[in-house]
C-alpha cells in the first residue's frame, strides 16, 4: 500500500513508519518539525527513517490546505494515518488554539484532501483522555461527552468529523485511542523518558500528585502493530489500544527506573493537574477481535529497552532540553 503518514518525525510514527516499510509498504512521512519539544529528538528519529527505501519525507503542515492539497496531487495514495498531531495535555491548557488548529481543523484538512482525491481508508490517532470519569476498564462504547483539558476536547472533534465522512461519503474509519505510550525515543514531555534522565542524573522528579495515579502503559511497537493493523476495512469503528490488564502506578514506574539504573530517585512533589487523570485501564477485546491485536511487551521487559536505549544513546539524549 502506498500510506500517507502524519507526524513521521514523532515518537508513535517515526516507528508505525519503521513497521509499515519492514511490512513492504511505500510511506510518504510529513510533519512540520514544530518545537513544542527539542526538535533534534525529531531529527534524530527522521535520520533513522531517512536511509530506509520506500520512505519519502516531506514537511508538511497540517494547517496549510494548500500544502495538503499539492501533496495529495503529487503521491498516488491509497490510505492515511493520522498520528501528527499536538499531543500532551498540560500544554493544551496553555495553547489550547494549536490543539483546536491542528487536531480539529488539520484532521478536516486530511479528511476533505482525502474526499477531493478519492482515498477514503483513515486510521485516527486517538486517546485514553477521552474517558475520564468513566468506569474502569475503559469500554469504546462508553459515552465520553465530557472532555477535562482542550487536548481531549479536540481529539473528541477529529472522532465525530470522521463519524460524519464515513457516514455521507463512505469513509472507512479506525479511531485507535492509544494508551500512555512508552519505550526508547518517547516524548521528552511525558514521564518515562524524563524520569529515566532525571533519576540518572540526581536531578528532582517532578511529579504532581502523589505517584498513585496509575497508567495502563502500551510499548511503542505494539502500538505501531496495532495501528497498522487498524488498516483494514471496519467501516466505523474506535478501538482501544492499551496494556489491557493492571494499571501501574507512577511510582512503581519510578521504582522499577531506579532498580534498572540502580539509582535513587529525588521527589519534587507538586500538586495534581486538574486536566490529568487519576487512572486509566483499556479494556482491548475489541482490539483482538477486530485487528487480532494484542500486546506483546511486557512492562519489565519495555522498561529494560527504554533504559538501554538512553544508556546507548545518553550522549546526546542528556542533552535534550526537557
Ligand atoms: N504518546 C502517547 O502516549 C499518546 C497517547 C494517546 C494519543 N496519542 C496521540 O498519538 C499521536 C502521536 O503522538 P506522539 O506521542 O507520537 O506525539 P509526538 O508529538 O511525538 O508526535 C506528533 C508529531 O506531529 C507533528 N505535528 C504536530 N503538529 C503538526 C502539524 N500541524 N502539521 C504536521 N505535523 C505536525 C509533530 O512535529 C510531531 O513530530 C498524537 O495524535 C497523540 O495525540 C499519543
Known sequence: MNV???GCAGFIGWKTAELLIDQGHQVVGIDNLNDYYDVALKNWRLKQLTHLEGFQFERVDLDNRDELNALFAAHPLEAVI???GRAGVRYSMENPHA???TNAVGTLNILEAMRSHGIQK???ASTSSLYAGQK???LESLPVNEPISPYAASKKFAEVMAYTYHHLYDFDISAVRFFTVYGPAGRPDMAPLRFVRWIDEGTPITLFGDGSQSRDFTY?????RGTIAALRPVGYEIINLGGGNNPISISKMIETFESRLGKK????EQPFIKADMMHTWAEISKAKRLLDWEPQVSFEEGTQRLVDWYLAEKEWVSQLVL
Open 82 to 84: 493520522n498520528l501528527g
Open 99 to 101: 490543539y483546536v488548529e
Open 265 to 268: 530517585a529525588v521527589i519534587d
Open 4 to 6: 500517507l503518514l502524519t
Open 220 to 224: 511503542v511497537d505494539d502500538i505501531a
Open 122 to 124: 483513515l486510521v485516527l
Open 136 to 138: 474502569m476498564p475503559f
